[in-house]
């Protein structure tokens, strides 16, 4: 049984790591997970076509700061990697205050926070310092020092494939990315990771295909490697933010009234908690690739707070203290939860159509616990029988009837020992 402070503890391990897109961050990363699932990881070299995008050079950093006229350095990526722009250029030379305001980031509504920025794109370099000290700086001499590269490497993913009894799969998808920020998006990473190691220890109907990219460039990557097998994917979901203690948020697919969808839908409502649902758009994570039109998968986004919504996001108060086991256990649990319905809704034929069956003599009318159990297993059993026509999956008649899903989970498996009920997927 894994529990909320395991998941905590792989997140305190990640969290130092200066991580980007590309570079040995990534790779320390993946090496990490590996101590809990193992990963089969894959290098891309740059400059390697992935539909309109290119792989990019390859960033690593070693070190950073800003001295002041004393000497004294003033900013230093040491005390935080979000201090340095992410995907900065080298760079050692004297500016005065004016030029160096140009390469400083602030939030003047979070006086006191670091922000995290990145330029993949342009070839600049520049530091992201808290609004205070920004302010505070004296009109004199800094000298300035990057110690990066960028230079031809690869782009580094990690995967592992979760054989089940069938070739179709599903696709759990989480961005690895991010420097020191614990909940965007360590928490997807740690909970994913546990949630492979649980699955693994199981038996599934399903394949589970577990994918640890950079986000946008990574899964474009692997969506233009793997085109020939997409077609097997019949549920995804991207995982992120998921360690702080905000209700939970689905965002549907584009599709928008898939299988996946359904089950999220169903599962969160169960959970007898606030729960809010997004419809689709172009913007976000992952779900924007895997829901291109060009692909459209069945691939849902579960998060809690959305990215933006949350004055912490992408700045320097993601930090450990921002999540916490509890939440991150309660992360797991609603996903496991998924995946046991995702395993479980299956579609049923009855045959025994004409009329209903003589249930007495098949010996289904035993009492099941409590006199009102009893109750819902009968009607689970005539509501399953109706609606089994081929066209009603088991969550579809949960819907209809209200009744618990695990429920007639057990009624079916019961109407098919009796020989009345007939699997169809
Ligand atoms: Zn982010």
């Given at each position: 049984m894994i529990n909320g402070q395991q998941i905590y503890d792989l997140i305190k391990k990640l969290y130092p790591i200066p991580r980007s897109i590309t570079g040995e961050g990534v790779r320390q990363t993946l090496s990490l997970i590996s101590e809990v699932i193992p990963l089969k990881v894959t290098e891309v070299p740059s400059g390697?076509?992935?539909?309109?995008?290119?792989?990019?050079?390859?960033?690593?950093?070693?070190?950073?700061?800003?001295?002041?006229?004393?000497?004294?350095?003033?900013?230093?990526?040491?005390?935080?990697?979000?201090?340095?722009?992410?995907?900065?250029?080298?760079?050692?030379?004297?500016?005065?205050?004016?030029?160096?305001?140009?390469?400083?980031?602030?939030?003047?509504?979070?006086p006191e926070w670091i922000p995290y920025r990145t330029s993949y794109h342009n070839l600049t370099w520049g530091f992201c310092v808290s609004h205070t000290q920004l302010e505070n700086l004296k009109d004199e001499m800094y000298e300035v020092m990057i110690d990066s590269t960028l230079k031809p490497g690869s782009l580094t993913y990690g995967e592992y494939y979760i054989e089940g009894s069938t070739k179709q799969e599903v696709l759990i998808s989480t961005h690895i990315c991010h420097p020191s920020l614990a909940?965007?998006?360590?928490?997807?990473?740690?909970?994913?990771?546990?949630?492979?190691?649980?699955?693994?220890?199981?038996?599934?109907?399903?394949?589970?295909?577990?994918?640890?990219?950079?986000?946008?460039?990574?899964?474009?990557?692997?969506?233009?490697?793997?085109?020939?097998?997409?077609?097997?994917?019949?549920?995804?979901?991207?995982?992120?933010?998921?360690?702080?203690?905000?209700?939970?948020?689905?965002?549907?697919?584009?599709?928008?009234?898939?299988?996946i969808d359904k089950i999220v839908e169903k599962v969160l409502k169960d959970l007898g908690k606030a729960y809010k649902l997004l419809d689709?758009?172009?913007?976000?994570?992952?779900?924007?690739?895997?829901?291109?039109?060009?692909?459209?998968?069945?691939?849902?986004?579960?998060?809690?707070?959305?990215?933006?919504?949350?004055?912490?996001?992408?700045?320097?108060?993601?930090?450990?203290?921002?999540?916490?086991?509890?939440?991150?256990?309660?992360?797991?649990?609603?996903?496991?939860?998924?995946?046991?319905?995702?395993?479980?809704?299956?579609?049923?034929?009855?045959?025994?159509?004409?009329?209903?069956?003589?249930?007495?003599?098949?010996?289904?009318?035993?009492?099941?616990?409590?006199?009102?159990?009893?109750?819902?297993?009968?009607?689970?059993?005539?509501?399953?029988?109706?609606?089994?026509?081929?066209?009603h999956s088991l969550l579809d008649i949960s819907n209809q009837s209200g009744l618990d899903f695990k429920l007639l989970h057990e009624a079916a498996k019961r109407l098919m020992d009796a020989d009345l009920l007939q699997e169809l997927n």
């Open positions: 390697t076509k992935a539909f309109d995008w290119e792989v990019p050079m390859e960033w690593n950093i070693r070190d950073a700061w800003v001295k002041n006229s004393k000497g004294e350095k003033i900013i230093n990526f040491k005390n935080s990697n979000l201090h340095v722009l992410n995907y900065s250029i080298p760079i050692q030379k004297k500016v005065g205050l004016a030029e160096l305001k140009d390469h400083l980031y602030s939030l003047p509504d979070q909940n965007d998006n360590l928490s997807g990473i740690a909970v994913s990771a546990y949630l492979a190691k649980q699955l693994s220890e199981k038996k599934n109907n399903y394949s589970y295909r577990f994918l640890f990219i950079p986000v946008t460039i990574g899964s474009i990557t692997w969506l233009s490697r793997n085109e020939a097998e997409v077609s097997r994917i019949k549920h995804g979901l991207v995982l992120t933010l998921l360690g702080d203690g905000s209700d939970f948020y689905y965002k549907r697919s584009r599709q928008g009234n898939t299988e689709f758009s172009p913007y976000g994570y992952d779900e924007r690739q895997y829901c291109s039109p060009g692909f459209n998968l069945a691939v849902g986004r579960l998060t809690r707070k959305p990215h933006g919504e949350f004055p912490e996001y992408h700045t320097s108060a993601d930090n450990l203290d921002f999540v916490k086991p509890e939440y991150l256990a309660e992360s797991l649990d609603l996903i496991t939860s998924i995946t046991e319905v995702i395993e479980t809704n299956k579609t049923y034929l009855n045959l025994n159509p004409k009329c209903e069956p003589q249930l007495g003599k098949r010996g289904l009318f035993k009492k099941v616990g409590g006199a009102g159990k009893t109750k819902d297993f009968h009607m689970a059993l005539l509501w399953i029988l109706n609606y089994s026509d081929g066209t």
